[in-house]
């Protein structure tokens, strides 16, 4: 199975910081690469899918780049709705796994 | 609107069984691969199955490969999971969600407790 990385956990920022997450997989995953948004109570959101392409209904604020095995998720300004956890999940080969989530605070 | 709502969910001893459902409407659910996602207490997002969109071909995870089963009715718009054999470690909110790559669309949830 391939193992998704990320980091760091928790990450603390504030209202306004530019936030980058990173995502490593244990083999390359080509661009094989989602991004979801978690916040408790509700179901997950689709951010990202195939490394960069932002999910329709998503701002522009989010972006998301790599390919292989390293990819990088980044909140360009920090709106207090961004708080939550953040997790990757690889789409190349099933199982399809999940990073451990990342949890966004406010400092 | 896309929904998709998720049911079935309890209380079961360790070696009960559970049926799950996931009711969809607003697209075309034939033309769709499905999946479940679940997610145990604290801990992150498992992806646990997915099924083709005629159902003839299914994937799982390693951990319920030979005790759950993925099955879905096109003619009801509904996505199943038969889940047999249940361990305490089976304990989670169990997800419905569209999709084979990046999954757009999630239902609420569902909660299942295996414990005596």
């Known amino acids: ?107 | 609107e896309v929904q998709l709502v998720e049911s079935g969910g309890g209380l079961v001893q360790p070696g009960g069984s559970l049926r799950l459902s996931c009711a969809a409407s607003g697209f075309i659910f034939s033309s769709y691969w499905m999946t479940w996602v679940r997610q145990g207490p604290g801990k992150g997002l498992e992806w646990v199955a997915n099924i083709k969109q005629d159902g003839s071909e299914k994937y799982y995870v390693d951990s319920v490969e030979g005790r759950f089963t993925i099955f879905r009715d096109n003619a009801k718009n509904s996505l199943y999971l038969q889940m047999n054999s249940l361990r305490a470690e089976d304990t989670a909110v169990y997800y419905c969600a569209r999709g084979i790559t990046g999954f757009d669309y999630w239902g609420q949830g569902t909660l299942v407790t295996v414990s005596s």
């Not at chain 1, 306004?16 to 997450?21: A, H, L, N, S």
């Not at chain 1, 960069?52 to 780049?65: A, E, T």
């Not at chain 1, 390293?70 to 300004?77: D, G, H, Y």
């Open chain 1, 1 to 107: 199975d391939i193992q998704m990385t990320q980091s760091p956990s928790p990450l603390s920022a504030s209202v306004g910081d530019r936030v980058t997450i990173t995502c490593r997989a244990s083999q390359s995953i080509t661009r094989y690469l989602n991004w979801y948004q978690e916040k408790p109570g509700k179901a997950p959101k689709l951010l990202i899918y195939a490394a960069s392409s932002l999910q329709s209904g998503i701002p522009s604020r989010f972006s998301g780049s790599g390919s292989g095995t390293e990819f990088t998720l980044t909140i360009s300004s920090l709106q207090p709705e961004d708080f939550a956890t953040y997790s990757c999940q690889q789409s190349y080969s099933t199982p399809y796994t999940f990073g451990q989530g990342t949890r966004l605070e406010i400092k």
